[in-house]
């Protein structure tokens, strides 16, 4: 999501049935290139930055390019290297008082992070590009950064038509929606997520186009089973199994820390906890678990049926977005950027018209 986009993307968010929400806003730093060269100003990046954030009704920053290398030559004086902007975003990091997200990428698993706990890195599947990159990924979890997974269905491909999918959002290069389908990437994908054995990697897909949400359950059976890996995989039949406490911990209570959800993804006292209900296989549930997760025979939401004997018998419930509450008002260098841009951000977004949403309010700082 970016400032012209917030409205369309919220409104695609209100569509989706049963779940609740939240989105990222992606920054890209080329806007502010001439500010961040100036460390005088950073306070007055972070609090435009705050300010975004809450106008844009987005939960957290998310950086795509850590970097600013400008297309055009002529701008070149004003590129800014990974390692001044990791130094950086350290800084906004604490500043915040929350992890900032980077898409990553074998530029960033290479990177020395001046402090990790810093950094969230986003999408890790799609980035392990060649082997030796998975030792690197691993060795940033295990050194105190956060990471989403983001596993790979090795036989999923893009449209056939043959036309590329790609944004341009003003980056040194085009985003691509997808890349091609890769079983070597796909398994380096599975391999980091069975050889990590900390509590810092969340689950994840590497996006509707690689890895479809209807594949989640086969791929939830990868990780917790492995005759079902062997069949499908061969070489990964060694690895461990995650257990189902491990399964529960990556998809729904790590998430939640992450987003900074505090009465969401555990069932302590004043969480606001969804209950749904598995019918248990035969055997011992913890060796048998992927057999079950994959279809919820019960789910109330909010205290009302939404599933019922495997069925969704009720889609129209209530269901919030989360955002990020800063309190923060627009300022002068929020006004000075719009300036430079084509696509001004107050045509796109108009906060009274997002009124049917039940907006959620995660407290700031």
């Given at each position: ?23 990222s806003l992606v920054v890209n730093l080329q806007d502010l290139d001439l ?140 985003l691509k929606l997808w890349g091609e389908p890769s079983r070597d990437r ?159 951000p107050e045509n796109f977004w108009l906060s009274g018209e997002l009124e ?10």
């Open positions: 999501m970016t400032l012209a986009t917030a409205r369309y993307v919220h409104r695609q968010l209100e569509k989706l049935p049963l779940v609740d929400t939240s989105a500010w961040l060269k100036d460390r005088r100003r950073w306070e007055e990046v972070a609090e435009t930055l705050r300010f975004y954030l809450e106008w844009t009704r987005a939960l957290n920053l998310r950086v795509m390019e850590p970097w600013v290398r400008h297309r055009q030559e002529v701008y070149a004086h004003r590129n800014i290297s990974l390692e001044e902007t990791l130094e950086l975003l350290t800084w906004l990091a604490g500043y915040l008082q929350h992890s900032i997200v980077l898409e990553a990428s074998p530029e960033i698993l290479r990177a020395s992070l001046p402090k990790p706990q810093a950094f969230h890195l986003a999408a890790l599947g799609a980035a392990l590009t060649e082997d030796g990159l998975l030792d690197t990924a691993l060795a940033q979890l295990e050194g105190g950064t956060t990471g989403d997974l983001g596993l790979v269905w090795p036989q999923e491909a893009p449209a056939g038509d043959g036309i590329p999918r790609q944004v341009d959002l003003g980056l040194s290069a085009p796909a398994s380096r994908a599975l391999r980091l997520a069975l050889a990590y054995k900390g509590q810092a990697a969340a689950f994840s897909g590497a996006g509707a186009f690689l890895a479809p949400v209807q594949r989640y359950a086969e791929m939830w059976g990868f990780l917790g089973n492995r005759k079902v890996r062997g069949e499908f995989w061969g070489e990964n039949s060694g690895l461990r199994e995650w257990t189902f406490r491990e399964w529960v911990w990556a998809t729904r209570t790590l998430p939640a820390r992450l987003l900074g959800l505090t009465d969401r993804g555990h069932l302590g006292p004043g969480a606001l906890a969804d209950v749904a209900l598995f019918d248990l296989p035969p055997g011992d549930p913890e060796t048998r678990w992927p057999d079950f997760v994959g279809k919820c025979r019960t789910l109330l939401k909010g205290g009302v049926v939404v599933v019922d004997n495997f069925q969704v018998v009720r889609e129209e419930v209530p269901k919030a977005t989360w955002y990020r509450a800063t309190g923060v008002e627009a300022t002068p260098l929020a006004a000075e950027l719009c300036q430079f841009l084509s696509l001004r049917g949403i039940i907006w959620r309010r995660v407290q700031d700082r």
